[in-house]
Every structure is written in structure tokens, then in C-alpha cells.
């Protein structure tokens, strides 16, 4: 077998930069595909008659630029999405026209009215008390109100469990950054939320990606990487999985619940997509409390601009977890949580999520319609589905092809992790629209694309 040999640029100090570099570069122009297996540190080290210690620094700056990843005792293999970009947004320009069925919008044309709600709380005796600064784990009657939402997706907790943070991806960032340490490692589905990649990136925190099957993450393929690596914790999105749409059932909630006791494993768990469903499990952390956290969002439910989330955890966890507020933000606006809190206790909440189910039903069967020649996944009041593209297309083809004619989708390659390679799907918005007739637009584009083989 012919060993990988880089051709490092003549010149180029310090070496290992050098070899990071031509990993780069031969990624890019399809010479190391992804998924694809690199030499051992002293294979390489042979090959190019380099000290052990270069190859080792080169490969570990390749890790950093997101190109490779490594596992003692399994090898260092380039990334899936090594060529692709894991964020969700776009920092250009919006190309005028562009159909957005990438992005997961919570149809925001039903969200609460925000004017009158301003207009109830300018009628409080102090509105003013809400621009002061508070405890940052948020006052006690939004705390309370947090409790109260986490009841909607199943979970019984108490008002001083709770933590308000501004939105989802900062109660991650609380998580991750208050529980864990640079070069811990999270055990995540194999292909999972973007933002937690590009969070875990910017932390320094590993990612350790988990078989999955039609039911989600297999509990044995997460006994095994437990046995394997030193890991310190199991992100979940157990509800409606971000992006292939699995629930997964009770049977394996137990199971996983059981192996993070057995492991020692910290439980996160983020439902964000949960209210969109009608399925009714209840969260692998009533299964092991004392060692879960729990984010109960707002953002995909109710209204994303409101950036408000609940945090629940154990007692132990929750001075550190409040000490990551105060580090990030000091503490998540009042005027925001009271905003939150006043819908949840007085039935807004509840009914925009009922409105917003049976807005994306329709839009759900439209897609049933336009697409019912091809092969997906989807909740009947989701606000996505998961695409099973025909050969042969990638999900990264599939989605630069989009693109050109002017639909942005999200190819398979942005959720996957580390080395595991993407099957050939793509996620598909239904909320990304803000009309019905957009959304007929863009399915029927989708429905053409796939129909003219690349």
C-alpha cells in the first residue's frame, strides 16, 4: 500500500506548519478525501524524514484549522467537513432572491405581539427595574416561570434549578464552558447541531462522534467510545434530532441514562426542536438528574429575537453554571425574561406553540406533496425534514448545486463529526420561508435538482 506522502513547500518554517499546510491543501483539491485515514505519526515521520515530534505538532495544528482529528489507539483521519463550513450563517451578502431553505426560522410572522406586551409592562409600578443589573442566574419570578416551561417538555424541576440564559446556544456555551475544560471530550450523535461543532472548536473541547441508527445514538456504540477514550460527557438532542429528525425512544433514553451513571458522564440535553412535536417522551435527565443539565429553549418555539432559555441542573452544577453567565453576559436581560415569563404564565406561549405546529402541518404536507417521489424524514409538525439524496449525489454537491439556482440548503457534510462520513442527504427548512407559495418555489426546485442527475 503506498503510503500518504505530503509535498511540503520548499522553505516553509516552522516544518510543521509546512505539513499542516500541504494537508490543506490536499484536502482541498481532493488528493484526502473525507473520512480518509492519514499515516501514524512514525510512518509519516519515515516517509519524509522528519522527527516523530514535527508530524505530531503538524498534525495537531491541522486538528486545530478543523481539517483532521485524532483518536488514541484508532488514528488521525480527515475530517467530513474539512471543505464544507459549519456555521449556519452566512456573514456575504444575502444574494437577492435566495430562497432560504437552510436556516430554521420559527416562522416569525406568529410570534408574540411584542408591542403589546411591551405596552403591559410600561404599566408596572417600576419598569425601570428591569434595565438594573440582577443575579445572573435571573430574578426568582422568571426562575420560576423557567420551571414552569420545562414542564412542557416533560420535566419536573423547581424554580432554584433553574438558570435564565440569553437563548440556547449561550446556555451550550455555559455548559461547556462552566462544566468542562479544554481537551475534555463530549460524546455527540455522529452527526449533530452545527453550533455545538463550531462551539466545541472555539473551547478547545473535543467531540467523539457515536454510531446512530433509525432510533438515534446506539447506546452500545456510546459503551464503546466510553471504554475507549476518557470521556466526560453526552450531548443529546433526544426530542426531534437536529438534523435527521429521530426521536429516540424510551427503551434507549433508559439505557444512555444508565451508561452516563455507569461512565460517570455529564448529561446535556437540548430539545430545542421538541415542542414541534406531539410524541410525549420524557427527557433522559428525569431518568439521571443529578447529573443533567436540561435547556428548556424559546427561541425555535416561540421567537428567536426574545433570546431567552432555561437552564436546569443539579444543585452542584449550579454555581459554576452561574459563574459562566456572569463571565459571558453577567446575566441575561430582565426585560426579556420578563417578556418570557408573562406569556408563559398567562397562556401566549402555549397557544403560539399550537399555532406554529399547525402552521408547519401545512407546510409539512406541502412537502409531502411536491416531494413524494423521493425518500425523507420528518415530524408531521416539524420544521424540517432530512433529505435522502439519489445517487450520485453528496450532500455537499446537492448543496452548492441549490445554491447556483438560487435555494439554500444545508448538505449533510455541515452536521457531521470528526471523521465520520456524511451520507448522501441534506436538511431541508420548511420554516425558512416566509410564504406558503415561497416554500411551493423552492420544493419544486428542489424536486427538479434532484430529478437531473449531476
Known amino acids: 500500500m503506498t503510503i500518504y506522502s505530503p509535498a511540503i513547500t520548499e522553505g516553509i518554517e516552522p516544518l510543521y506548519k509546512g505539513l499542516a499546510d500541504a494537508i490543506e491543501q490536499d484536502i482541498a483539491t481532493g488528493r484526502l478525501a473525507p473520512g480518509e485515514r492519514l499515516p501514524t505519526h512514525r510512518d509519516l515521520a519515515d516517509e519524509l524524514g522528519m522527527n516523530v515530534s514535527t508530524i505530531t505538532r503538524g498534525y495537531r495544528e491541522a486538528e486545530k ?49 411584542i408591542t403589546e406586551g411591551f405596552r403591559r409592562i ?54 461547556l464552558s462552566g462544566l468542562l475544560r479544554s481537551g475534555d471530550r463530549i460524546a455527540t ?13 472555539m473551547l478547545g473541547i473535543r467531540l467523539v462522534p457515536i454510531e446512530m441508527d433509525s432510533d438515534g445514538m446506539i447506546p452500545a456504540s456510546l459503551d464503546a467510545a466510553c471504554r475507549r477514550d476518557e470521556i466526560k460527557a453526552v450531548y443529546l438532542m433526544p426530542g426531534v434530532h437536529n438534523p435527521t429528525t429521530m426521536t429516540i425512544p424510551e427503551s434507549c433514553r433508559t439505557e444512555i441514562a444508565h451508561l452516563a451513571q455507569k461512565h460517570d458522564l455529564i448529561i446535556i440535553e437540548d430539545d430545542a426542536y421538541d415542542l ?46 452561574a459563574q459562566a453567565v456572569l463571565n459571558t453576559i453577567w446575566m441575561a436581560p430582565s426585560l426579556n425574561g420578563e417578556l418570557a415569563a408573562m406569556w408563559i404564565n398567562d397562556g401566549t406561549a402555549d397557544q403560539v406553540v ?68 456524511a451520507p448522501p442527504a441534506a436538511r431541508i427548512s420548511l420554516t425558512g ?14 424536486r427538479g435538482i434532484l430529478n437531473n442527475r449531476p
Open 65 to 113: 484549522r478543523g481539517l483532521v482529528t485524532g483518536t488514541v489507539g484508532r488514528g488521525t483521519f480527515v475530517t467530513s467537513d474539512a471543505t464544507t463550513s459549519t456555521s449556519l450563517v452566512s456573514f456575504e451578502p444575502t444574494t437577492p432572491g435566495m430562497l432560504e431553505m437552510g436556516l430554521v426560522a420559527p416562522l416569525h410572522h406568529m410570534d408574540p405581539d
Open 122 to 175: 410600561a404599566r408596572r409600578k417600576d419598569p425601570t427595574s428591569f434595565m438594573r443589573y440582577t443575579d445572573p442566574r435571573g430574578l426568582p419570578s422568571h426562575r420560576k416561570a423557567g420551571a414552569a416551561w420545562a414542564t412542557r417538555y416533560g420535566l419536573e424541576t423547581e424554580a432554584e434549578n433553574v438558570i435564565v440564559c440569553a437563548g440556547a446556544q449561550h446556555a451550550l456555551t455555559c455548559c
Open 189 to 201: 450523535d455522529a452527526l449533530t447541531y452545527p453550533g455545538m461543532k463550531t462551539l466545541a472548536s
Open 276 to 321: 414541534t412535536d406531539l410524541t410525549g417522551n420524557t427527557p433522559v435527565a428525569n431518568r439521571a438528574p443529578e447529573r443533567s443539565v436540561y435547556i428548556a429553549g424559546m427561541s425555535k418555539s416561540l421567537a428567536a429575537g426574545l433570546r431567552i432559555a432555561f437552564l436546569v441542573a443539579p444543585r452542584q452544577m449550579l454555581k459554576p453554571l
Open 354 to 421: 399550537e399555532n406554529k405546529r399547525m402552521a408547519a402541518s401545512r407546510r409539512y404536507m406541502l412537502a409531502c406533496d411536491v416531494l413524494d417521489e423521493f425518500r425523507f424524514r420528518g415530524k408531521h409538525s416539524g420544521f424540517y425534514l432530512w433529505l435522502d439524496l439519489p445517487e450520485p449525489w453528496t450532500g455537499q454537491a446537492f448543496e452548492k448545486e441549490a445554491q447556483q439556482q438560487g435555494i439554500n440548503v444545508f448538505g449533510a457534510e455541515k452536521f457531521a463529526v470528526g471523521e465520520y462520513v
Open 433 to 446: 420561508t416566509d410564504t406558503l407559495a415561497d416554500l411551493e418555489k423552492g420544493l419544486l426546485g428542489i
